[in-house]
């Protein structure tokens, strides 16, 4: 069998499969969801000797420390991993809704359905806790999932596929609803995002490099996450005190996420005031403040700033640092140099807060609160596939919802059009 | 200027449009359209001058009758045509609706806002009317519209969009808001569609030969409508009153349309009784049967089908017919060879009707009533920018809700992320 054949015989079986998914029950799915975490906890040792020979012959072929971290299954992250399968299994159930059914003039009533999208591709790198945690977000929104990820991690992956097959079978669910990609073959990637008769969308987790790969040959919907350059504008009239705290959060809580701000604009009217006090704080921290002419003539530890620092995405302790003439300036800056993923502004003033979330055209926009907060928990989604940066679809954080789609009903007595 | 730079400056115009279309408030969207609706009517004379120029040179180059006839413009369509952009001024403005804002246990209340897509770019064969019907739609939902028309209807849309500049100016917004490709050269499509970073979505309207070219080729995510393969299935609980209505008028009420049905399902316990009835009704309306076996045996009349008729769209006064075990055969035949479009049972069981709405995997599913209702318009959408045959974003007809996202908002205290 080619590698086009047996990727085709993939999108084949999770096609068929994803038709009893669309059909499972609440009960049914949540049961395979539990099994599932009760076989991970139970064959704990198997998934720890399955992962050390992935890390043996990753080490052996030279991978960096960082890769290998990720690679690493811990006891504990596999305790970690069952309770987050059991978190999916409490969520409700998003499938089967029916909103806003409404009687016609025509006589027929017509509504919403929310439903599964179907097939979902889901492309990641050496992560092995990803495979337990996509599988469990596609099962739950009634998805089959093809998984495809880091060749690095083939044998943890192989292994935690095992585990979800024989959940998914105690509860009379077709094993092959989660199907993970049994190749290193990097040739499966492409035919994966290629095959619209079998794949309804495409998630891809990771790195940028991987994702703009991606997009450029994709010919199946993507649900993807590029750039997080996230911005906090201070505003003429921002509470010096709110401002301080939500910059630390959002510029120092954590470097390499991508909701952490990593450009600040000021308006004229404070920056004398609190460019002082925000330069020492991110200073004392460690971080390095990049600065236009007047950010630099108040903060004398500041390096001159690029026009590539202000749409930089640094995912370390560098910040841009801009003064702005006010709000036009600010938001006009954003929409242009931003990544659309989130940004924030400190203010007092109900009209520059109301115009600031209506015209700054991210994905997330807030007042008051630090970009630290653009998360599917924190959102009160209980989980996450991803985080959109598109604006088809889904925006920002994606959970359940945003693996189903709603299609139309309509029920009638008859009727027929005139 | 090259070819590739026009259209990049179009996108340019439009990115910078759409930012003052997303804060334009809906009184100046409506005032807007009510200008465009007036100058439409006060300028018909320069309007069908301008036709008629299209008229000659299509005749020269020896169009097709249909194809002229979709391409005039009559003092009655152009009546049509400015009433229906004062439809949309009356429709409810979908911008800046804020919906599920809740506080978290963080103490930020976090909600959607929905909030126009940007730039729309419309691609469509030789309908003028499609360019004011576009350029209202992408008004009225604050987006910037870039339109790109049959090149046979080139005169005619330039005039069109003199209008529209016009109404947008008189409300004081920025006539870029609606650009019409002024160039007949093919390769502004190719660029139109690639452009990421000016254009957030496009929707083809035109033939199923149109929409495959674009789908092979584009970069930008698009709304699009492929096949329309309807089925009515006929359980074996059906009225057989409801049943002949609903064939007669999804069948013959008109045979071009996206909505009609191609092909006919029945309940083996019901097929002697009804066929009989059925393929008279049809045959007598002119309506060729193409049937298996067992329909051939009850209609003298029918012709045998191939596999190729049951994923057959004819938009022809001919259908499919096939008698099936019962429900479950009927599911598995239509998403195996429907189109995803629109579907319809006819049935008095609960548990047959339910279990249809919820498994077929179509953008209408429908119980007891003619496929031919798919339709903006009739579904209460007030008008119509397409039907999406796509699960992703949009199912099924796409109307102004369509043309928005919603972004999340994230209203806070200065609270940071612990």
Redesign the interface.
């Known amino acids: 069998m080619s590698i086009e054949q047996y990727i085709h015989s993939v999108g084949q079986q999770a096609r068929a499969a994803s ?1 009893a998914m ?2 499972a029950d609440s009960n049914a799915k949540n049961s395979a969801l539990r099994a599932i975490a009760a076989a991970i906890r139970r064959e704990a040792s198997v998934l720890v000797a399955a992962n050390r020979e992935d890390l043996a012959a990753a080490i052996a072929a030279g991978l960096e420390p960082a890769l290998l971290d990720r690679l690493t299954l811990s006891e504990k992250g596999i305790a970690a991993m069952a309770e987050g399968v059991e978190q999916v299994a409490a969520l409700d159930d998003p499938v ?1 809704e029916v909103s806003g059914l ?1 009687f ?1 003039p ?1 006589g ?1 009533q ?1 509504g919403r ?1 929310r ?1 599964p ?2 097939v979902v591709g889901i492309i990641y790198e050496a992560r092995p806790n990803v495979t337990a945690d996509a599988a469990a977000l596609c099962l739950k929104s009634g998805n089959a999932a093809i998984l495809r990820g880091g060749s690095e991690a083939i044998r943890s992956n192989r292994a935690i596929a095992a585990l979800v097959h024989e959940g998914l079978a105690s509860a009379g669910l077709p094993p092959s609803a989660v199907q993970v990609i049994d190749t290193t073959d990097r040739a499966a990637v492409g035919h994966l995002i290629t095959m619209r008769e079998y794949v ?2 495409i998630v891809p987790r990771g790195g940028k490099g991987l994702i703009s790969r991606l ?2 040959e994709s ?1 199946v ?1 993507m649900i993807q996450h590029l750039d997080g350059n996230c911005h906090v504008y201070v505003d003429d009239q921002a ?1 010096p ?2 401002a301080l ?2 910059i ?3 510029k120092t ?1 954590r470097y390499g996420t991508c909701n952490t701000a990593e450009s600040l604009l000021l308006a004229r009217s404070v920056a004398a005031d609190l460019l002082p006090l925000i330069g020492a704080m991110l200073t004392e921290r460690g971080v390095e403040l990049r600065g236009c002419p007047e950010t630099l003539a108040i903060v004398t530890t500041a390096w001159p700033a690029s026009e590539e620092d202000y749409a930089s995405e640094y995912l370390a302790p560098i910040i841009s640092v801009k003064v702005v003439a006010g709000l036009d300036e600010a938001i006009e800056h954003i ?1 242009a140099y931003g990544s659309h993923h989130t940004d ?1 502004i400190v203010s007092e003033n109900y009209t520059a807060a109301m ?1 600031f ?3 700054v ?10 970009t ?3 998360d599917g928990f ?3 989604l209980g989980a996450e596939i991803g985080i959109s940066t ?4 889904a ?3 994606v959970g359940l919802e945003g693996l189903t ?13 005139a």
């Open positions: 038709r669309a059909r089967g409404k016609r025509s027929i017509v359905m439903v999208l179907g309804d969308v997009l450029a010919r919907p509470d005190e709110k705290q939500i630390e959060n959002a809580q929409n924030a115009r979330l209506r015209e055209d991210s994905a997330s926009v807030m007042v008051n609160a630090s630290r907060f653009a924190e959102y009160g598109d604006k088809i679809h925006r920002g954080p789609c709603q299609k139309w009903i309509v029920l009638g007595n008859g009727e027929v059009r």
